[in-house]
């Protein structure tokens, strides 16, 4: 296993367009969170699944932005409508059940919004 | 609620110094801790955690922490700074009261190295 992955790496897109992240997490790992990171600050979680159920949404998410993890397998990230704020690090996480347990992340989509 | 607070948002030391970097947090329940350190345009890799059994971790590259309870930190110190080292470092708090593992962080520090 190579670990998380995430594509793209990067993406510049027009103010209001729509776009998608996916990640691919590490085979074994039931969880799969996602975090947003501006420059400067700690990462800002935003959703996770266990396998293929969202059982957390930060309440800072906007209903622009929606999360699925079909068969509990990759994840795909969607932001329609984008604005300017949006522009960030979007990261990938994952990890096997427990508050304990370590979290493998990927390397981030950068998002910038123009 | 549980958050974690970094002091100082840019430490600079010379090669060869301590490093000390740190961390204290706020938690209604005893706490499992993690150090990650970030490189530029990267994802987060782990330096180590804490999840309650020995208060004094030993992580990857020479990094440890302590964890005290009773001044709620867990700073994180290298007996003697690389070039390498320079990095982001977050310390992050799991969030347990939920039971979902997420993580919750702070909002880092950005270590230099001078030659």
């Known amino acids: 296993d190579t670990g998380v992955s995430q594509d793209p790496r990067h993406k510049i897109t027009k103010r209001g367009q729509n776009v998608t992240f996916r990640c691919d997490p590490i085979?074994?790992?039931?969880?799969l969170y996602w975090y947003r990171q501006t420059l400067g600050q700690g990462p800002e979680f935003l959703t996770y699944?266990?396998?293929?159920?969202?059982?957390?949404k930060s309440r800072l998410l906007s209903d622009r932005f929606s999360a699925e993890r079909p068969k509990g397998s990759f994840s795909t990230l969607e932001i329609q409508r984008t604005e300017q704020g949006d522009s960030a690090m979007y990261l990938c996480?994952?990890?096997?059940?427990?508050?304990?347990?370590?979290?493998?992340f990927g390397q981030g989509t950068r998002l910038t919004v123009v | 609620a549980q958050s974690v607070t970094q002091l100082g948002s840019h430490v600079s030391v010379s090669e060869g110094a301590l490093v000390l970097l740190r961390c204290n947090y706020s938690?209604?329940?005893?706490?499992?801790l993690f150090w990650y350190v970030q490189y530029p345009n990267q994802g987060l890799q782990l330096l180590l955690k804490?999840?309650?059994?020995?208060?004094l971790v030993k992580g990857i590259n020479g990094f440890e922490a302590e964890f005290k309870k009773s001044e709620t930190s867990f700073h994180l110190t290298k007996p003697s700074a690389h070039m390498s080292d320079a990095a982001e470092y977050f310390c992050?708090?799991?969030?347990?009261?939920?039971?979902?593992?997420?993580?919750?962080f702070g909002q880092g520090t950005e270590l230099s190295v001078k030659p």
């Open positions: 085979s074994e790992h039931n969880r």
């Open positions: 996480a994952s990890s096997l059940a427990g508050g304990d347990t370590e979290a493998f």
């Open positions: 938690s209604s329940v005893p706490p499992y």
């Open positions: 699944f266990q396998n293929e159920a969202q059982l957390e």
């Open positions: 992050a708090v799991s969030d347990l009261q939920n039971q979902g593992g997420k993580l919750i």
């Open positions: 804490y999840t309650s059994a020995a208060t």
